[in-house]
Structure formats: structure tokens, C-alpha cells
């Protein structure tokens, strides 16, 4: 099918905030937990997705969006499965970038920086916080992982519906948890008229953050 409209031509003159060396937090955390918050108030559409990027042992970059559940001094954390794509190539190489991105706020922030497992007892406790059918569904995808059709997928859902149909309490599996996005980069983009752009940057020299700013 062909597009409709030119894409090339389609564009926003962004206008609706500025950025500047001296509005920002001394911490990138700071700065971020503030944006996040503007953003959640805002009401923007998934205000914690961010695209996750990994790089696997041999170099190869991939992408895909995951949910931001935890930030605080340490970092930025979410969950998913361990032996998934992402998590095999964290293994192979434990570096990764997230970028958020809100338009609504013509707003985008990118994270750079090493990423660790979190403690099991935090992963237990966002387990259990998980609605039922979420920590089932932990159970029955084997994620990434080529499977025959989906009717397998509901087959052992209902096998675990039925395992635990008498318990509340379901266990965390082994190979699902958490992972900590400590970052070494971080970058704040307001957008401005005419594509001049505000980019702050933090990035972490001599375990001290120095803040830049960056042509658009």
C-alpha cells in the first residue's frame, strides 16, 4: 500500500518549552524524576515507555519498547525475562541506552549506561505486586522463543490457571526479574522553534556529573 501523504513535508515547529544550563537539577536523576513527573501530570500517553537498546556480543543493535517501573538514586529499573533476547544479549554485553520520548511535552530523554540484575527480594516484591494473570503469564511465555502457534500460549495459561486456581500466592520464576539501568549518560532534549534545539547533557567523569550543553 502506498502512503498517502509526502513524509518528508511532514514537521513541528516545537514551541512550547526551553532548556537551560541553569534550570536544571545538579543530579540527572533529579532532573529526570522531575521531567517524568511533568509528564505523568500532563497525562501523556504511557509516560514510563521507553525504547529499550541493547547490543549483542557480536555488535548487532536491537530495539524495543519496555516499561519503565522504578527509578530512584541507583537508576532506572524494569523486568522482564531473563533468558528473553534482551536478556540474553545484557548477558553478552551489559550495556544498554533508554529513551523516552513525549510529544505532547516536545520533550525526549536518552540514558546511557551499564545495566545490573536488581536484588531478588525486589524482584520478588514487584512479582507479587503484579496482577495474577501478569504472574502467570511470566510462567507460560517462554519469551523470544519460537513457538508452533498461540494456541500453545493458551494451553499453558490455562494449565496455570488451573495449577494455582486455589492459591493466591503464585512464585516468581527464576528466569523473570528486574534490571537496573545505572547510568554514565544522560540527556535531556527540550524542542525549539526553527530545530534549535536544547540539549543538556550530564555525563559522569571522575564519579562527578558534568553538565554540557550540545548544538541541536
Known sequence: MALTHNIADIRINYMKHALTEDSVSGKPLHQF???L????????EEPTALVLSTVNAAGRPAARVVLLKGVDE???????NYTSRKGRELEENPYAAATFFWPALERQVRVEGKVVKVH???????FHSRPKGSQIGAW?????????????LEQRERELKEQYAA?????????WGGYRLVPDYVEFWQG???RLH???VYELENGLWQIKRLAP
Open 33 to 35: 524524576q522531575g521531567w
Open 37 to 44: 513527573q511533568e509528564a505523568i501530570e500532563a497525562q501523556v
Open 74 to 80: 541507583q537508576g532506572l529499573s524494569f523486568y522482564t
Open 120 to 126: 531478588p527480594e525486589e524482584s520478588d516484591t514487584y
Open 140 to 152: 507460560a511465555s517462554p519469551q523470544s522463543q519460537e513457538i508452533p502457534s498461540r494456541m500453545v
Open 167 to 175: 492459591t493466591d500466592f503464585v512464585p516468581r520464576p527464576e528466569h
Open 192 to 194: 525549539r522553534p526553527s
Open 198 to 200: 536544547d540539549r543538556i
